[in-house]
């Protein structure tokens, strides 16, 4: 059974500083693994989609990383500001199912 | 192009009622999916529908039922509502059936059983 992990449950870090967020799962057998943001009482909004054979996914200050051998994935956010603050959640595609496994994400305070 | 709307955006019911939620995908996605988050089981899938036919389901009890209509919105459905259910049910549309596909996201509706 497919088991996704996010380490650390929350973090808080001053604006401006590089950071990494972490996300693992149990199950190499995905389609894609997808990064998520969500900010208080509000939806979720796509970051980036890697799919399976990709390795990483660029997109502005993000930079996410897959490595499917070793069940892991990395967000990278540069720079950070006071707007990243939200919940960071990593979902990913299950070969085993088709369904979206979801993490129970990372809380990220920017402190201005 | 507009993004994902669901209605109503807050609920709240009494044990034992039934409820419909809605969700209209981005104009030209054809997959709906539908999502269940609570605090302490985080993000659990409930079902996908593509082209008025369900392609997927999770694991809940029949009394959560969906449809899709031929213009793509869906309906999700709870019968005999349980205080457990309250949480925030979440849309999401992708343009196609393909797994490869981006989700987005509506703003959820949050359902209060009391």
């Known amino acids: 059974k497919q088991e996704v992990t996010q380490i650390p449950a929350a973090l808080s870090v001053p604006e401006g500083e590089n950071l990494v967020l972490n996300c693992s799962f149990t199950d190499s057998a995905i389609y894609n693994l997808q990064w998520f943001r969500q900010d208080p009482g509000k939806g979720l909004t796509s970051l980036l989609l890697?799919?399976?054979s990709q390795r990483e996914q660029t997109s502005g200050r993000l930079n996410a990383s897959l490595d499917k051998s070793s069940g892991r994935s990395t967000l990278y956010i540069a720079a950070s500001q006071p707007g990243d603050s939200a919940t960071y959640l990593c979902a990913v595609r299950s070969k085993s199912n088709y369904q979206l496994i979801w993490g129970a994400g990372t809380k990220l305070i920017i402190k201005p | 192009k507009a993004g994902v709307t669901q209605t109503p955006r807050y609920l709240i019911k009494t044990r034992g009622q039934q409820v419909t939620l809605s969700c209209s995908p981005i104009?030209?996605?054809?997959?709906v999916s539908w999502y269940q988050q609570t605090p302490g089981q985080g993000l659990q899938f409930l079902f996908e529908y593509f082209s008025e036919t369900q392609r997927n389901k999770g694991n809940f009890p029949g009394r959560f039922s969906g449809r899709q209509f031929s213009n793509s919105r869906s309906e999700m459905n709870v019968s005999t509502l349980e205080l457990g259910d309250s949480a925030l049910y979440l849309c999401?549309?992708?343009?196609?059936?393909?797994?490869?596909?981006?989700?987005?996201f509506g703003p959820g509706t949050r359902l209060t059983v009391l």
């Open positions: 890697i799919q399976s």
């Open positions: 104009s030209g996605h054809r997959s």
């Open positions: 999401a549309s992708s343009a196609g059936q393909g797994i490869d596909n981006e989700q987005f």
